[in-house]
């Protein structure tokens, strides 16, 4: 009889492997109905009640002899007529270590997996990666990037789609250690949420449920309700997928599927004795609830909160546009509009206060957010919060210390303006370096190196330009003294200076305001995708 029944791959860290196989060829099964005798997957000894032959009669066939780490062997049993068989394959410098490698099998109707552990020894290999053209029409996806391929290096994918009473679920994302998804009733992990996870250890993956309570580490199930697991590492990618039943018991302490569910998407590491370490970044979050049992759809998610992403957006708005055109117009348009009245006031102040109260509006507003969404006091932010409660303070600072100055020729007005100015440059810079630190945050994340060099290029822009107005008002002095000591024409030449520089100052004010803009927009479209 010759049985070809599996094609085999490997994914072991030396070049050679055994083939082991246990053939039986009478007596019953007693205990086992469906012959997957998970007690031996170690051993491979047959508790059967009869002895191992000491000559095999049964031959195993492979078609090549040498392979690298990925590549598809062909396994063939022959031999006389048998009423069963267990197939492995191990590495021969470790025969008493785990199984290497993964099974797909040739005829189901002949021969099945077994689940030895949480691995599939001769667990099904996806020996095609997952495609989502069906995302949105049968299948249930979520994706991120949105619409993204998950034959590429860069996206997580996960999709339900329903087989009657069962779901089959297929994961797969850019991981060298573990991917994972978790159904939950709220946007929070860690209130009993139901866990699944592709854990990458040794060349193979494990395919395993969890419980997460709380901020702790996921309490694993000692039984797995999942079935017909398999799973696939090829291209820097790990992808896995399994069935399991809509409806669970609640002894299994699974989540029913035909309920609406926030879905997470994580990724992290894992040591090497197997542990799993806290996802390194913020997991991706379904905008809303959803069933997968429902229609089919194709959606996206993000990897940051609304609340954080608010709260970047506004800041980046006071402290990158609002605060920057108010201090250049209070410092180089006092003489270009300083005969020009709005409300009462000269109009080169009343632009620099509204424009001021708007930063302190805003910060106010976004400095909040963030304590709403943690619920306190964040240990994980590094020096951020402290930054930007200094900044909060001094925000604060500048109105009030306004709000008391001296008039304009009182003595102490010199002492006022620049604590005036001091506090406000701080303020400034302050603002910036807590930008910088918390664009890596994992709670926003912005793309790297982007951030920083798109932030660098903010900080050239504003410093640029605020050093050209510098220069041009130093020759415009200067060109002003010389006309009066030449005393030819004075009143005329003044004139002439004065229009010329209002013209310059415009123009540089104007082409600032749109380049600033140009920064902010970009800022604002990098967070809104994240």
């Known amino acids: 009889m010759e049985f070809s029944v599996i094609a085999l791959k490997m994914e072991p860290c030396g070049t050679g492997l055994i083939v082991w196989v246990l053939a039986y060829f009478s007596?019953?099964?007693?205990?086992?109905?469906?012959?997957?005798?998970?007690?031996?997957?170690?051993?491979?000894?047959?508790?059967?009640?009869?002895?191992?032959?000491?000559?095999?009669?049964?031959?195993?066939?492979?078609?090549?002899?040498?392979?690298?780490?990925?590549?598809?062997?062909?396994?063939?049993?022959?031999?006389?007529?048998?009423?069963?068989?267990?197939?492995?394959?191990?590495?021969?410098?470790?025969?008493?270590?785990p199984a290497v490698g993964s099974f797909v099998l040739s005829d189901k109707m002949k021969s099945q997996l077994l689940t030895c552990g949480h691995m599939k020894r001769g667990t099904r290999n996806s020996t095609v990666s997952f495609n989502a053209s069906d995302c949105g029409n049968?299948?249930?996806?979520?994706?991120?990037?949105?619409?993204?391929?998950?034959?590429?290096?860069?996206?997580?994918?996960?999709?339900?789609?329903?087989?009657?009473?069962?779901?089959?679920?297929?994961?797969?994302?850019?991981?060298?250690?573990?991917?994972?998804?978790?159904?939950?009733?709220?946007?929070?992990?860690?209130?009993?949420?139901?866990?699944?996870?592709?854990?990458?250890?040794?060349?193979?993956?494990?395919?395993?449920?969890?419980?997460?309570?709380?901020?702790?580490?996921?309490?694993?199930?000692?039984?797995?309700?999942?079935?017909?697991?398999?799973?696939?590492?090829?291209?820097?990618?790990?992808?896995?997928?399994?069935?399991?039943?809509?409806?669970?018991?609640?002894?299994?302490?699974?989540?029913?599927?035909?309920?609406?569910?926030?879905?997470?998407?994580?990724?992290?590491?894992?040591?090497?004795?197997?542990?799993?370490?806290?996802?390194?970044?913020?997991?991706?979050?379904?905008?809303?609830?959803?069933?997968?049992?429902?229609?089919?759809?194709?959606?996206?998610?993000?990897?940051?909160?609304?609340i954080i992403r608010a709260h970047g957006a506004l800041m980046f708005v006071a402290w990158m546009t609002t605060v920057n055109?108010?201090?250049?117009?209070?410092?180089?348009?006092?003489?270009?509009?300083s005969h020009s009245l709005w409300f009462g006031e000269e109009i080169w102040f009343q632009v620099h206060r509204m424009l001021m109260m708007t930063t302190v509006l805003l910060t106010s507003i976004s400095f909040v957010l963030p304590f709403v969404y943690r619920g306190g006091w964040s240990q994980q932010a590094s020096f951020h919060p402290y930054l930007g409660c200094t900044v909060m303070a001094l925000a604060l600072i500048q109105p009030l210390m306004a709000a008391f100055r001296p008039p304009p020729q009182a003595p102490r007005r010199q002492i006022f303006n620049w604590l005036h100015?001091?506090?406000?440059?701080?303020?400034?810079?302050?603002?910036?370096?807590?930008?910088?630190?918390?664009?890596?945050?994992?709670?926003?994340?912005?793309?790297d190196p982007w951030d920083i060099y798109t932030m660098i290029g903010f900080v050239a822009w504003h410093v640029g330009l605020d050093v050209l107005l510098e220069i041009h008002g130093y020759c415009l002095i200067h060109k002003v003294e010389v006309l009066e000591d030449d005393r030819v024409q004075i009143l005329q030449s003044l004139t002439s200076v004065e229009a010329q520089g209002r013209t310059f100052k415009k123009t540089v004010l104007i082409i600032y305001i749109c380049g600033n803009i140009a920064f902010l927009i970009t800022f604002l479209t990098r967070i809104g995708q994240v």
């Not at 009423?83 to 410098?93: I, M, T």
């Not at 999942?226 to 820097?236: I, N, Q, Y």
């Open 27 to 97: 007596g019953l099964s007693a205990g086992y109905p469906n012959g997957k005798v998970q007690e031996v997957c170690d051993s491979m000894i047959p508790l059967h009640g009869y002895s191992s032959q000491l000559f095999p009669k049964h031959i195993i066939e492979v078609n090549v002899t040498q392979f690298r780490p990925g590549d598809h062997v062909k396994v063939s049993l022959s031999g006389p007529a048998f009423e069963g068989f267990f197939l492995q394959a191990r590495s021969v410098k470790n025969l008493r270590g």
């Open 421 to 447: 100015w001091s506090t406000g440059t701080t303020a400034r810079i302050l603002a910036v370096v807590t930008m910088f630190l918390g664009m890596d945050l994992p709670a926003l994340n912005l793309p």
């Open 325 to 337: 055109i108010g201090v250049i117009v209070a410092r180089f348009f006092k003489p270009v509009w």
């Open 138 to 306: 049968t299948k249930f996806c979520v994706r991120n990037p949105s619409d993204c391929d998950p034959k590429t290096k860069d996206c997580f994918f996960l999709s339900f789609k329903q087989e009657r009473s069962v779901m089959l679920v297929e994961m797969s994302g850019p991981s060298e250690g573990y991917i994972a998804f978790a159904l939950s009733h709220d946007q929070w992990m860690g209130g009993g949420d139901d866990v699944y996870l592709c854990i990458s250890d040794d060349h193979q993956v494990g395919i395993s449920t969890a419980t997460l309570t709380g901020r702790s580490y996921p309490t694993f199930d000692s039984q797995n309700a999942l079935e017909e697991m398999s799973w696939r590492l090829a291209d820097g990618l790990i992808q896995c997928s399994f069935r399991r039943k809509i409806h669970l018991s609640a002894l299994q302490g699974r989540f029913n599927l035909d309920a609406d569910y926030y879905i997470f998407l994580a990724d992290g590491e894992v040591s090497e004795d197997g542990t799993i370490h806290k996802h390194h970044r913020q997991p991706l979050i379904t905008n809303r609830r959803y069933n997968v049992t429902g229609p089919p759809e194709d959606i996206g998610g993000s990897r940051s909160p609304f």
